[in-house]
């Protein structure tokens, strides 16, 4: 309970300043990157939260936000490479940390890239 408190912080901490800058590095991602990005999403994270029935991470996050934000990570506006990187690499309350084995700091970083990206206008 204590290192998710500590994840939790520091997540918090991450995540203001890296709003405002989220956009930042995902506009000077190359199609690429956003494209390997979205491959790793689409292997490691999508069965947990895609959207729809059936993908718990997408579940605990719709009760969690009511619609506030969109709960499927893929359609969240803007969502830090920073703050994705502590929650990939710690994990947070159910959901499992993923090992440099398992997801590398190069996908890791083009997975941050993807979910950075503007997904204004867009369904």
């Not at 292997?43 to 009760?63: F, K, S």
């Not at 947070?92 to 890791?108: N, V």
Request: charged residues 20%; aromatic residues 6%; glycine residues 8%.
């Amino acid at each position: 309970m204590k290192s998710v408190l500590l994840i939790v912080a520091a997540a918090a901490m991450t995540i203001g300043p890296a709003m405002a800058q989220a956009q930042e590095p995902a506009k000077q991602a190359s199609p690429a990157q956003i494209e390997r990005g979205k491959a790793v999403f689409q292997h490691w994270c999508a069965p947990c939260h895609d959207p729809g029935p059936g993908h718990p991470g997408t579940q605990a996050l719709e009760a969690r936000y009511q619609g506030a934000i969109p709960a499927a990570l893929a359609e969240r506006p803007n969502l830090p490479p920073e703050f994705v990187s502590v929650i990939v690499r710690h994990g947070l309350s159910i959901m499992p940390f993923f090992r440099k084995t398992e997801i590398s700091d190069a996908d890791l970083k083009d997975l941050g890239l993807y979910l950075a990206r503007d997904t204004a206008g867009k369904k």
